[in-house]
Nanobody
Framework: QVQLVESGGGLVQPGGSLRLSCTVS????????IAWFRQAPGKEREAVAC????????YYTDSVKGRFTISRDNAANTVYLQMSGLKPEDTAVYSC???????????????WGQGTQVTVSP
């Protein structure tokens, strides 16, 4: 049974940092690519970052390049999203997803976590 559990969200001031974690079970991180998505109230879900299962290549949406870093710890079955220089527009529910090819299209992913709230506010 594939499961993804996110943690690490919270309230942070603009310019601050947070590290999100996505702990997976039911598969290993070298089996499927994995991605972080976010959805703000009233907005469509958007891809933030994704990582290839085969060679660890990483990809980012333009708005987070240079501020966010996706990484993984295979031994811990955990994928991280290190976020720095946070802005109010980064406020959203962040979810990890897997079970498909590496992609920025949410429809390509079969399995999703429940999400963790990130709020960036003074």
């Amino acid at each position: 049974q594939v499961q993804l559990v996110e943690s690490g969200g919270g309230l942070v001031q603009p310019g601050g940092s947070l590290r999100l974690s996505c702990t997976v079970s039911g598969f290993t991180l070298d089996y499927w690519s994995i991605a972080w998505f976010r959805q703000a109230p009233g907005k469509e879900r958007e891809a933030v970052a994704c990582m290839s299962n085969s060679d660890g290549s990483t990809y980012y949406t333009d708005s987070v390049k240079g501020r966010f870093t996706i990484s993984r710890d295979n031994a811990a079955n955990t994928v991280y999203l290190q976020m720095s220089g946070l802005k109010p527009e980064d406020t959203a529910v962040y979810s990890c997803a897997t079970g498909g090819p590496i992609s920025f299209d949410s429809q390509d992913y079969k399995y999703w976590g429940q999400g963790t709230q990130v709020t960036v506010s003074p």
